[in-house]
């Protein structure tokens, strides 16, 4: 169907970073361009998380190789409206942290929409704005990203292909996407200054950023019809547009999802799995029930020539679907079974589960949790970061008010306490959006998250030696924003896994939250592994590495090689499990889109998983677990 197919070029890279570095590597050469000839060059600038990396890789480009932005001038698509400029959530503020205060731009080229434009003066403004563009020579090179519900700058969906700049009423969505930076929705302007479609199509050259979780709109977008409701897919009549995507956000792209259709034939095994399973989904039959009348008229007679019959076919995937699941996570003792998804043997085995936040471990593989230490393992915690930004500032003073009136209980002396508490009132009183929580402050919201997690696991079962919180510095910085990866936290990473020498290790492999904090947890993982391996540590050869989803994302089924399936008892002593994390219930400090508490997210997400085991065929149960084996 032509329709699926991509409508606008689509670059795919390995990550974000060879992505952002590629089109930095553009952007410098254009600049260069325009010097050589004596021409300033324009870019349009965007904001949000999305561009982060490639800012940073064109200050590296402007301190190591000499970069000049003298002849830059910049126009920022959007801005909220209103904000103080100098707020930490300001597009100002986040151009000039990211860029502007790092190179030798000249100030007078830097245009951006203002959030201290006069209500009378709005309209007014918003014409100047556009008139200054055009002034310009129009725009160079237009970087944009693209929202989960399409929209592109603050253009949201069901805005006129004809529109310029103006004041927008933002989506729901799009304020439950930046309620990230804010900790609270109601806190999240709902108006905000756009650059508007029919501007933003003006541009000479246009390159869209999009990473990880933005899969699904970024097909919308490329293979999609044209339509107000997704403002990007406008893009596809634009003559020098091109999106820069990595490998997470490519997989609903047809040449991902289902290559077949695009004309590959490579049929692997996992490749046929995919496509039987997409089959059986699409049609609602189960795997064994497929006919060969089903695979020619949806575009997969090619399959049928690998085998003498249908149905060895459909045997391959059903076998292949009914080996992943076990209730034995950590292997089946004294069992000799080639296909199950792991070892039997040793028994038992040192497991060591590394949890991004204080509460990872018992969201997303909470019954996997409790029944590694039911059948006997070793097993062990890694709490990666502290979590403190993600804890309102309501609990700080609840619970200093419990310390205080503990010590009072016991006759303890509680002056120091009561001055901790007559500070943090005090401060959190007169606290704005872009003030900074103290040292003191994001000490005791650390705490309380320690405190969740200790109690998680002396609800599980396991002792207190075997819970590390490892506090990586990459996270410590009391903002969304956080520090690169560092030689520290790999060290800190190295030095643990060397302590315990797993036979298993479990981490975090959804990477769509909001603040990154998971992608980072887990390329430290990886990276810790792999000069583990380097060095020759022995106890590495027998080491697996299982990544698990749930919090934010689930794995497509055709991916998952361990499925741990749970009986409805199961499912509601993990749920309590996940409600001993108070500081995370109720309020959702950083939910993204969904404004499911994570609790519901992972039921909702484990029944999911375990109807479509059922749907094609095989046991239903109440709900599953899911994970992948990476291989380093």
Not at 554 to 569: F, G, Q, Y
């Amino acid at each position: 169907m032509l329709e699926s197919f991509e409508k606008i070029p689509v670059k795919i890279y390995k990550d974000v970073a060879s992505g952002s570095n590629a089109v930095a590597a553009q952007i410098a050469q254009l600049i260069k361009d325009k010097q050589a000839k004596g021409l300033p060059c324009v870019l349009g600038m965007a904001t949000g998380a999305t561009p982060i990396l490639l800012y940073k890789e064109l200050v590296r480009l402007h301190k190591e190789e000499g970069l000049s932005f003298k002849n830059v001038i910049t126009v920022n698509l959007d801005e909220y409206y209103p904000i103080p400029r100098d707020a930490y959530q300001s597009y100002w503020s986040f151009m000039h942290r990211h860029l502007f205060n790092h190179v030798d731009i000249d100030p007078k080229n830097i245009h951006l929409p203002s959030s201290e434009w006069g209500q009378d003066e709005l309209k007014e403004k918003c014409v100047a704005y556009e008139q200054t563009i055009e002034k310009l020579g129009g725009i160079d090179l237009q970087i944009l990203g693209i929202g989960k519900n399409g929209h592109i700058g603050f253009n949201e969906p069901g805005s006129s292909f004809h529109s310029k700049t103006r004041v927008i009423h933002l989506d729901q969505l799009t304020r439950m996407a930046n309620v990230y930076e804010w900790h609270d929705l109601n806190k999240v302007p709902q108006l905000a200054i756009t650059v508007g479609i029919s501007s933003i199509m003006k541009a000479k050259k246009i390159v869209l950023l999009a990473w990880s979780n933005k899969a699904d709109i970024v097909a919308k977008a490329v293979e999609g019809t044209i339509t107000e409701q997704i403002p990007a897919s406008v893009l596809q009549n634009h003559d020098d547009c091109t999106f820069v995507i990595d490998e997470l956000a490519a997989t609903e792209l047809t040449r991902h999802k289902a290559p077949w259709l695009t004309g590959a034939n490579d049929w692997t095994p996992q490749m046929i799995k995919k496509a039987v399973i997409d089959l059986a989904l699409k049609l609602n039959k189960t795997v064994l029930s497929l006919t060969s009348d089903d695979y020619k008229e949806n575009s997969l007679s090619d399959l049928l020539v690998l085998k003498e019959s249908v149905y060895d076919i459909n045997l391959q995937v059903f076998y292949m679907l009914r080996d992943s699941i076990t209730g034995w996570p950590g292997g089946k003792p004294n069992a000799v079974i080639p296909a199950h998804p792991e070892r039997s043997e040793p028994h038992s085995k040192k497991v060591l589960i590394f949890s991004p936040h204080p509460d990872d471990d018992i969201i997303s593989m909470g019954g996997t949790f409790m029944r590694l230490h039911d059948q006997g393992h070793d097993v062990h915690v890694a709490y990666q970061t502290s979590g403190n930004i993600a804890v309102t500032d309501e609990f700080v003073t609840r619970f200093l008010d419990f310390a205080v009136g503990f010590e009072d209980l016991f006759g303890i002396d509680n002056k120091k306490s009561q001055e901790i508490l007559s500070n943090a009132r005090a401060f959190l009183a007169n606290k704005a959006t872009n003030h900074l929580d103290t040292a003191e402050i994001r000490a005791i919201k650390g705490l309380i998250r320690r405190c969740e997690a200790k109690a998680t696991c002396r609800y599980v079962g396991i002792s207190e030696n075997n819970y590390h919180f490892m506090d990586l510095p990459f996270y410590e910085t009391g903002m969304i924003d956080k520090k690169p990866l560092s030689e520290t936290d790999i060290e800190i990473t190295m030095a643990l896994l060397r302590k315990i020498k797993p036979h298993q290790v479990f981490c975090a492999g959804d990477l769509a939250d909001p603040h990154g904090t998971h992608k980072v947890c887990l390329e430290v993982v990886f990276e810790s592994m792999r000069r583990l391996k380097a060095a020759g540590d022995t106890w590495v050869k027998d080491c697996w590495v299982w990544l698990y989803k749930g919090a934010w994302q689930e794995w497509d089924i055709s991916e998952i090689e361990m499925a741990v399936p749970m009986s409805p008892d199961q499912v509601m002593k993990k749920r309590f499990g996940i409600f001993i994390h108070q500081s995370q219930k109720d309020s959702v400090p950083f939910q993204g889109t969904d404004s499911r508490e994570f609790w519901q997210r992972a039921e909702i997400r484990n029944a999911n998983t375990a109807n479509l085991y059922a749907n094609l065929g095989l046991t239903k149960y109440a709900a599953m677990e899911a994970f992948v084996r990476w291989h380093y």
